[in-house]
């Protein structure tokens, strides 16, 4: 059995599992094949004892750093 998984942009309507804030980090599951989304600070926390069991680890946390861009209209 092959398993496919689409990697796609988290967005603010992904929330974290453990405190419902917004998820940068999306783990995938080798076993099932479920998906789990983590703030940063979660992910952090369980990162280690989690990742080897993951067939995918989407980390997105440096987003939280990038500077917005704004349009100029004048």
Not at 5 to 26: E, I, S
Request: aromatic content about 8%.
């Amino acid at each position: 059995m092959t398993s496919t998984t689409v990697t796609r942009q988290l967005n603010a309507l992904d929330r974290c599992d453990r405190c419902g804030a917004q998820a940068f980090v999306r783990a995938v599951l080798e076993t099932s094949g479920g998906e789990l989304f983590f703030c940063g600070h979660h992910a952090r926390a369980v990162e280690a004892k989690l990742r080897p069991l993951t067939i995918e680890w989407q980390d997105e946390t440096a987003r939280l750093y990038e500077k917005p861009v704004y349009d100029d209209e004048d």
